[in-house]
């Protein structure tokens, strides 16, 4: 599920997560999240390909070699094309298609406690299990206009949310 959210509309659609944040110590590593990650993306380019748009080809390898010179640091650490894992304390969307970044966290309230200006960016919180996102509605029942779900609900928002309830996945599954 979190796969094909993220590569349904090319991590370009409101709706298609840019970042994962994994909990330390939770049932699987951030590691092994992100590599699990980058092996069920690589299915989904021959269902869903990537359109090619050469006007983003410079800007796509101006940050591709940043990310792999962070990864020759230890930085960071890349899963085929698709997947960063980096344990920077800040996260700054890339704006590429279909490039998503796995970051590890302490819990659910540092990313809440620590989300900065970029948090005013986010629209939608995917948790992966329902106690998860019983703890995050904890967390953010202050911030107004983020909508919190389970992953693999993300494009299936209820009708009071601002796209009116229209379900994307629905619409595009309709469309193939």
């Known amino acids: 599920n979190a796969a094909l959210d ?5 991590t370009q659609g409101c709706l298609s997560p840019q970042c994962f944040f994994v909990e330390q110590g939770g049932p699987i590593s951030e590691k092994d999240f992100a590599r699990a990650l980058s092996d069920a993306m690589q299915p989904l ?8 748009v050469t006007s983003e ?3 796509e390898e101006s940050f591709w070699q940043k990310w792999r010179f962070r990864a020759s640091q ?4 890349i899963f085929r094309r698709h997947v960063i894992l980096h344990s920077e304390p800040h996260f700054e969307p890339c704006g590429l298609r279909r490039a998503v970044f796995v970051t590890p966290l302490k819990n659910a309230g540092h990313l809440a406690m620590h989300g900065g200006e970029w948090m005013s960016r ?3 919180i995917a948790a992966s299990d329902a106690p998860l996102l019983a703890r995050l509605k904890q967390k953010f029942e202050t911030r107004a206009g983020i909508r919190l779900c389970e992953i ?3 494009h299936e928002p209820p009708p009071w949310w601002r796209n009116g309830g229209i379900n994307l996945l629905g619409e595009i599954s309709r469309r193939s």
């Open 45 to 52: 380019d021959s269902r869903l390909p990537l359109v090619a």
């Open 57 to 59: 080809a410079i800007e």
């Open 6 to 10: 993220a590569a349904l509309y090319d």
């Open 152 to 154: 693999g609900q993300m």
């Open 122 to 124: 986010i629209s939608t």
């Open 74 to 77: 230890g930085r960071a650490q």
